[in-house]
C-alpha cells in the first residue's frame, strides 16, 4: 500500500511557476512508476507528465512539453513537476500517481492503482 501527499500547488500569474512535490509513504519507492495528472470541472483527467523507475526516461503531454520538467529523488521518496510559463488554460486539480511496474510510453490513468488527494493549481491572466 502506498499513500501520495501532493504539495506546491497554489495561485500564479499566466507567465509564472510552480513545483509540485509528491510525497511517497509505504512500499519501495524505486519500483513505482510514477505521473502527474491534471483534471478540471469540464475535462475528464488527463496525462501531463511520467517518469520511470529510475528516472531515465520521462513522458509529457504536447501541451506541456518543454514547460514542464518532471523529476524524482528516490532517496527522499519524491517526485516534482516544475511547471515554468504557466498558462491559464493549466489551471486543474494536479494528481500524482504510482503503479508498481516501469513504464515505457506515455501511461494513462487506468494503469494506476494508487492515487494522492490532489492540489490545486490556478493561473491567472
Known amino acids: 500500500q502506498v499513500r501520495l501527499v501532493e504539495s506546491g500547488g497554489g495561485l500564479v500569474q499566466a507567465g509564472g511557476s510552480l513545483r509540485l512535490s509528491c510525497a511517497a509513504f509505504?512500499?519501495?519507492?524505486?519500483?513505482?512508476?510514477m505521473a502527474w495528472f491534471r483534471q478540471t470541472p469540464e475535462k475528464e483527467r488527463e496525462f501531463v507528465a511520467g517518469?520511470?523507475?529510475?528516472?531515465?526516461?520521462?513522458f509529457y503531454a504536447n501541451s506541456v512539453k518543454g514547460r514542464f520538467t518532471i523529476s524524482r529523488d528516490n532517496a527522499k521518496n519524491t517526485v516534482y513537476v516544475q511547471m515554468n510559463s504557466l498558462k491559464p488554460e493549466d489551471t486543474a486539480v494536479y494528481y500524482c500517481?504510482?503503479?508498481?511496474?516501469?513504464?515505457?510510453?506515455?501511461?494513462?490513468?487506468?494503469?494506476?492503482?494508487?492515487w494522492g488527494q490532489g492540489t490545486q493549481v490556478t493561473v491567472s491572466s
Open positions: 517518469i520511470s523507475w529510475s528516472g531515465s526516461r520521462t
Open positions: 500517481a504510482a503503479v508498481s511496474y516501469d513504464i515505457v510510453a506515455e501511461p494513462i490513468a487506468e494503469e494506476f492503482r494508487y
Open positions: 509505504g512500499g519501495t519507492f524505486s519500483n513505482y512508476a
